[in-house]
């Protein structure tokens, strides 16, 4: 099993900053991907962005030049850093973790972009 425990959502304003933390703890050794995903009221949970072992990172369109992920193996942990954060960003945030068994994921954490 693998758990994930997310950290720093909140209330920002429109073009405003924030940095998400997913600290992963448990049978870590064979995940090979980890990433960010997001669902806001009414829609379908998408991925924002995920990273794999190796380097290799995709990224939504729509985050694009905004968000950067970026991964410290020596912590176990991933990190989201949103940049110029519009409204439409505005979501739960949830940490995913693969590995040859499945998806893993935390219990989320709000983002809320407003003014």
């Known amino acids: 099993q693998v758990q994930l425990v997310e950290s720093g959502g909140g209330l920002v304003q429109p073009g405003g900053s924030l940095r998400l933390s997913c600290a992963a703890s448990?049978?870590?050794?064979?995940?090979?991907?980890m990433g960010w995903y997001r669902q806001a009221p009414g829609k379908q949970r998408e991925m924002v962005a995920d990273?794999?072992?190796?380097?290799?990172?995709i990224y939504a369109d729509s985050v694009k030049g905004r968000f950067t992920i970026s991964r410290d193996n020596a912590k176990n942990t991933v990190y989201l850093q949103m940049n110029s954060l519009k409204p439409e960003d505005t979501a739960v945030y949830y940490c995913?973790?693969?590995?040859?068994?499945?998806?893993?994921w935390g219990q989320g954490t709000q983002v809320t972009v407003s003014s």
């Open positions: 995913n973790a693969k590995n040859a068994l499945g998806d893993y």
């Open positions: 448990g049978s870590i050794l064979r995940l090979y991907a």
């Open positions: 990273t794999y072992n190796g380097g290799t990172t």
